[in-house]
């Protein structure tokens, strides 16, 4: 399971789908044995075939190491340490996949000639080393000497990394997937009141703009692949022209809205990696 301090406000959805997922699993045949996150890393979890939620450090390296040994670990450790935000943004920027303008930046540096040259104002600044723990680790600005601040900020609390991006116009829309099968679910968060620090605000109620739901969904489905993750969720912007951006991509969210409905899905992605492995 996910250890607390990488469930902000979400302690409980996070709990409910990996407990959703293990009964199901438990309905196919599954032995399935919970652990906690400390646990995990304190090297008490045995078998190979390891499902988890995790985000410590620690917990990332013991992924890989068990993942390079031959167990079956979903999501991959590699694609857990892919998500966190300076390596996300270079994978999906590298890939082509749709993704806001963005600067990848020291946090002791100065950036305020660099923002006013891309012509950047508005712009949301994100600590690049890792994944978001607080409310601070994600701050919206509104121009380059206030941006100057937030970074110096950072910088100040121990975090030397940062990724800067443009702040995009449009409708705000939260999606949940599962690699390799049909599940694929979205919604409008702000009109849900579904929120983590309460950033949806910022965009605001949505106009309602009309996107391809299939092009939506193929682009994640693509930054899920190029990720390594195989149950992923995320934010993305629509724009005025239907236009879509994905601004964030997560391994593993709570899928609270649609909880009931994914944890099939989740599962039978479980038992069809298993197969392939076996058959490999």
């Given at each position: 399971?996910?250890?607390?301090?990488?469930?902000?406000?979400?302690?409980?959805?996070?709990?409910?789908?990996?407990?959703?997922?293990?009964?199901?699993?438990?309905?196919?045949?599954?032995?399935?044995?919970?652990?906690?996150?400390?646990?995990?890393?304190?090297?008490?979890?045995?078998g190979h075939i390891i499902l988890n939620m995790c985000r410590e450090q620690r917990s990332i390296a013991l992924l890989q190491q068990r993942e390079d040994a031959g167990d079956i670990v979903i999501n991959s450790g590699y694609g857990i340490e892919n998500c966190t935000r300076e390596r996300m943004t270079r994978i999906l920027l590298g890939s082509g996949i749709p993704y806001p303008e963005s600067l990848m930046v020291n946090t002791d540096e100065g950036v305020r000639d660099a923002l006013v040259a891309a012509k950047?104002?508005?712009?949301?600044?994100?600590?690049?080393?890792?994944?978001?723990?607080?409310?601070?680790?994600?701050?919206?600005?509104?121009?380059?000497?206030?941006a100057q601040e937030v970074l110096q900020e950072y910088f100040l609390r121990g975090i030397k990394r940062a990724v800067i991006n443009r702040h995009l116009v449009g409708d705000l829309v939260k999606f949940y997937g599962v690699a390799g099968?049909?599940?694929?679910?979205?919604?409008?968060?702000?009109?849900?009141?579904?929120?983590?620090?309460?950033?949806?605000?910022?965009?605001?109620?949505?106009?309602?703009?009309?996107?391809?739901?299939?092009?939506?969904?193929?682009?994640?489905?693509?930054?899920?692949?190029?990720?390594?993750?195989?149950?992923y969720g995320g934010d993305c912007i629509v724009a005025a022209d239907g236009s879509i951006r994905i601004i964030d991509f997560n391994d593993w969210p709570s899928f609270a809205p649609c909880r009931t409905e994914a944890a099939p899905y989740i599962a039978k992605c479980v038992m069809q990696t298993i197969r392939d492995?076996?058959?490999s």
């Amino acid at each position: 399971m996910r250890a607390g301090a990488y469930s902000p406000n979400h302690i409980g959805n996070d709990a409910a789908i990996f407990n959703a997922v293990a009964e199901q699993l438990r309905k196919r045949g599954c032995e399935v044995n919970i652990y906690s996150e400390e646990q995990f890393i304190a090297r008490q979890v045995d078998g190979h075939i390891i499902l988890n939620m995790c985000r410590e450090q620690r917990s990332i390296a013991l992924l890989q190491q068990r993942e390079d040994a031959g167990d079956i670990v979903i999501n991959s450790g590699y694609g857990i340490e892919n998500c966190t935000r300076e390596r996300m943004t270079r994978i999906l920027l590298g890939s082509g996949i749709p993704y806001p303008e963005s600067l990848m930046v020291n946090t002791d540096e100065g950036v305020r000639d660099a923002l006013v040259a891309a012509k950047i104002t508005q712009c949301w600044i994100k600590r690049g080393d890792f994944h978001a723990m607080h409310k601070e680790d994600v701050s919206y600005v509104r121009h380059p000497e206030e941006a100057q601040e937030v970074l110096q900020e950072y910088f100040l609390r121990g975090i030397k990394r940062a990724v800067i991006n443009r702040h995009l116009v449009g409708d705000l829309v939260k999606f949940y997937g599962v690699a390799g099968t049909p599940f694929f679910f979205w919604f409008y968060p702000f009109e849900a009141g579904h929120s983590k620090y309460g950033h949806e605000a910022i965009n605001g109620h949505a106009k309602g703009l009309k996107f391809d739901k299939e092009y939506l969904h193929g682009i994640c489905a693509k930054a899920a692949e190029v990720l390594d993750v195989k149950i992923y969720g995320g934010d993305c912007i629509v724009a005025a022209d239907g236009s879509i951006r994905i601004i964030d991509f997560n391994d593993w969210p709570s899928f609270a809205p649609c909880r009931t409905e994914a944890a099939p899905y989740i599962a039978k992605c479980v038992m069809q990696t298993i197969r392939d492995k076996k058959n490999s």
